[in-house]
C-alpha cells in the first residue's frame, strides 16, 4: 500500500470548515483513499472513502486532486465533537481489507 | 453499520498471566480484525482471524503469544499469552461486512500489564 504523509497536528476553529491535506504521491491506479478518524477512547470511525472523483457524504466531503497524488478532507462546519485523530489511508480494493495506519493529524477544534 | 462489542473493555492484569478478549457482531460478516495500539501510537494490525482455520499473522505477531479463535461468523477471541508490562496497550477488533466494504471498528480493550 502506498505511503500518505499528513500533518501532525492542526487546529480548527468551532463552526468553519476544517481542511485536512493528504499526501499520496506514490498512489497507484487500483489504490483509494480512506478516512478514519479516533475520537479518544474509542475505536476508529470511518468517514469516507474515494478513487479520483470528489465524494460526499453526512459526515465530510473528500477532495482528490487530479493527479491522485494528494486528497483533502472537508469537515464542513466543525464542531468540538470532532476533535480527534484523523487517518488518511491508501489501500487496495479488496486487498484482504487490511488497513495500515500512519500517524495521522490530530485535530483539535477550538471554540 | 454492524454493531460490534469488546469484552472486557478493561483490564488491569498481572505479568505472566493470559487474558482472552472477546469481540461479539450483531450480524454475519465477511472478515474480522484484531489491532492493537500502544500508547500514543497509531494501530499496528496483529491478525486476520479465520472462520474455521488458523489466523493469518502479520509480521512481528505470532501465535503462541496471540492465539486467535473464529469459531462462527459473528464472534472472535484475541489471547494475549504471558503478558509483560510490553503488552500493555489497546486490543481493537475489527470487521468487514462484506467484500470490500470499509473496516468498522469496536472500542477496544485498554489492558494494563503491573
Known amino acids: ?75 464542513p462546519h466543525a464542531t468540538l465533537r470532532d476533535t480527534a485523530v484523523y487517518y488518511c489511508i491508501v489501500r487496495v480494493w479488496a486487498a484482504g481489507n487490511k488497513l495500515t495506519f500512519g500517524g495521522g493529524t490530530r485535530v483539535l477544534v477550538k471554540p | 453499520s454492524a454493531v460490534i462489542s469488546q469484552k472486557p473493555s478493561r483490564d488491569i492484569c498481572q505479568r505472566g498471566t493470559s487474558l482472552t478478549i472477546q469481540c461479539q457482531v450483531d450480524s454475519q460478516v465477511t472478515m474480522m480484525f484484531w489491532y492493537r495500539q500502544q500508547p500514543g501510537q497509531s494501530l499496528t494490525l496483529i491478525a486476520t482471524a479465520n472462520q474455521g482455520s488458523e489466523a493469518t499473522y502479520e509480521s512481528g505477531f505470532v501465535i503462541d503469544k496471540f492465539p486467535i479463535s473464529r469459531p462462527n461468523l459473528t464472534f472472535s477471541t484475541l489471547t494475549v499469552s504471558n503478558m509483560s508490562p510490553e503488552d500493555s496497550s489497546i486490543y481493537l477488533c475489527s470487521v468487514v461486512e462484506e467484500g470490500g466494504q470499509p473496516q468498522h471498528f469496536g472500542d477496544g480493550t485498554r489492558l494494563s500489564i503491573l
Do not use: F
Open chain 1, 1 to 75: 500500500d502506498a505511503k500518505t504523509t499528513q500533518p501532525p497536528s492542526m487546529d480548527c476553529a468551532e463552526g468553519r470548515a476544517a481542511n485536512l491535506p493528504c499526501n499520496h504521491s506514490t498512489i497507484s491506479g487500483n489504490e483509494y483513499v480512506y478516512w478514519y478518524r479516533q475520537i479518544h477512547s474509542q475505536g476508529p470511525q470511518y468517514i469516507i472513502h474515494g478513487l479520483k472523483n470528489n465524494e460526499t457524504n453526512e459526515m465530510a466531503s473528500l477532495i482528490i486532486t487530479e493527479d491522485r497524488k494528494s486528497s483533502t478532507l472537508i469537515l
